[in-house]
């Protein structure tokens, strides 16, 4: 294929710059930089010298397994170290977890689910598939105004968790507070279609839950276990739902098979960056034995 020019800068966030594919706008070149974050908190934010070139590794790797398994992503093809050719998405702002095991804020909303120290954590048969509001300092815009307003992120309110996705109108809840607290209830409701568009709450349950089967089933044969992930999807010019933005090992929790962990959950949890470095590099390896 011949090479794609980078055109002006789209988007930049954290960890990610977007670029216009020059002379196809249906495209993007999205670059990673070498940030690393923690807690939607700035503070927190380090780098590494190889964190771009290891998440694009994962997250090209990851996005061909699940091209190849027939799952609708936005991804097209790696295009050097640090940067990857993708559909141009608009980009649907929900926060979509599955997890196969009960670790992180599922045990703060259901702590019933909480296993001694020295246990592994309770395994879920069946995939839970969890929705989140993107909000950005306790609010959510359109372009047609406010979509919510008012949320406090000092309070944990941010991101919120949406207990009822399959309703029309969605009630907001606290993300790390269990049903039965009095303050688990943010009381504000969200109109579901200015949030979804075109897309359904039941093709991303779908395509969410089948991306973890293609992704255990390769970490099971190398001895690693997939705790959880978070996606986000985007619409494409098209007007096609696709899992998109990226999957990379600040995505998901996984761990070796003595259970240690090997993802950005190490980094959360404080470790040293030359550790966190090491772990970075570790995935990066393992998922070129992914190369179809
Ligand atoms: N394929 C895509 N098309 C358009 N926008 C995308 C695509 N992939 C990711 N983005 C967007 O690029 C922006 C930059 O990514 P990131 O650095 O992760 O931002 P943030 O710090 O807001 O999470 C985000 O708004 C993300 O949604
Ligand atoms: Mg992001």
């Known amino acids: ?9 789209l ?3 954290k960890t ?10 249906s495209l993007a070149i999205v670059e990673y930089k070498n940030a690393i974050t923690a807690f939607d908190d700035p503070s927190f934010t380090k780098e590494f010298a190889t964190k771009a070139k290891y998440s694009n590794i994962t997250t090209s790797r990851v996005f061909e397994l699940l091209n190849a398994a027939g799952i609708p992503t936005a991804f097209v093809r ?53 929705f989140f509001l993107k909000t ?29 996705p399959h309703e029309a109108e969605w009630k907001l809840a606290h993300p790390k507070r269990q049903d039965s607290d009095p303050e688990a209830s943010l009381s504000r409701t969200v ?27 390769f970490f099971s044969k190398h001895q690693f276990k997939l705790i959880d992930f978070k996606i986000e999807f985007g619409t494409t010019k098209d007007s096609k739902i696709v899992i998109s933005d990226v999957i990379d090992n600040d995505s998901w929790r996984l761990r070796d098979k003595d259970w240690n962990d090997v993802s950005k959950q190490s980094f959360r949890d404080g470790g040293a960056l030359s550790e966190i470095e090491d772990k970075y590099a570790l995935v990066a390896e393992l998922m070129q034995e992914a190369s179809v």
Request: with cysteine; charged share 35%; hydrophobic share 35%.
């Open 1 to 9: 294929m011949t090479d794609v020019k980078k055109g002006k800068l």
């Open 11 to 13: 988007n930049e966030g």
């Open 16 to 25: 990610k710059k977007i670029f216009a594919a020059e002379g196809d706008d």
């Open 78 to 130: 790696q295009l050097s170290d640090t940067e990857f050719l993708a559909k141009n998405c608009t980009m649907i702002p929900l926060e979509v977890v599955v997890r196969r095991y009960a670790v992180g804020s599922f045990l703060k909303r259901h702590p019933e689910f909480a296993k001694a120290e020295n246990e592994p954590p309770h395994r879920f048969e069946q995939p839970v598939v969890e």
């Open 136 to 164: 950005t300092r306790g609010g959510l815009k359109d372009a047609e105004g406010v979509i919510v307003e008012g949320l406090d992120p000092k309070k944990g309110e941010e991101d919120p968790f949406i207990p009822n």
């Open 191 to 217: 109109d579901s279609r200015r949030v979804l568009g075109n897309g359904t709450i039941a093709e991303m349950e779908d395509a969410i839950t089948k991306a973890l089967v293609a992704l255990e089933s």
